[in-house]
């Protein structure tokens, strides 16, 4: 179901390929294959609603980045910490209308790196 939701409803018929931030790091957008970045949210350092323990919030609600539809009717909201390498990111993302952080969606944001060419010189 999860990947239905991430794939079909919230990523318009197009799989999800990661988040870009902006470059001050308070607000980002979700990627998705052959489409332009949507899906907006604000980022922020808050509480965490899962275990009370401080996370990255990634606030769809917010309202000039944020998504109306994903933030202010469904409620989602993703919570993000350090992995267990440099610039992995756990995540679970969550959605109000379905359960909220009780019935959340694992995933993992690793950094992009550069492409590597199949013909090395």
């Given amino acids: 179901m ?6 079909v409803l919230f990523g318009p018929l197009a799989k999800w390929r990661g988040k870009s931030m902006d470059s001050s790091g308070h607000f980002g957008k979700n990627r998705f294959a052959g489409l332009p970045d949507t899906r907006g949210f604000r980022v ?3 509480t965490s609603q899962l ?5 990255l919030v990634l ?4 309202a000039r980045h944020g998504d109306p539809l994903w933030g202010r009717v469904l409620f989602m909201r993703d919570e993000l910490r350090q992995g267990p390498a ?3 990111l756990l995540g679970l993302g969550a959605m109000g209308a379905t359960g909220g952080m009780w019935n959340c969606a ?3 944001l690793v950094p992009e790196m550069p492409e590597v060419s199949d013909n090395p010189r």
């Fill in 86 to 88: 440099p610039g992995v």
């Fill in 106 to 108: 694992p995933f993992v």
């Fill in 2 to 7: 999860s990947a239905f939701i991430t794939n």
């Fill in 51 to 55: 275990d009370g323990r401080e996370a």
């Fill in 59 to 62: 606030d769809y609600s917010h």
């Fill in 44 to 46: 922020k350092a808050e």
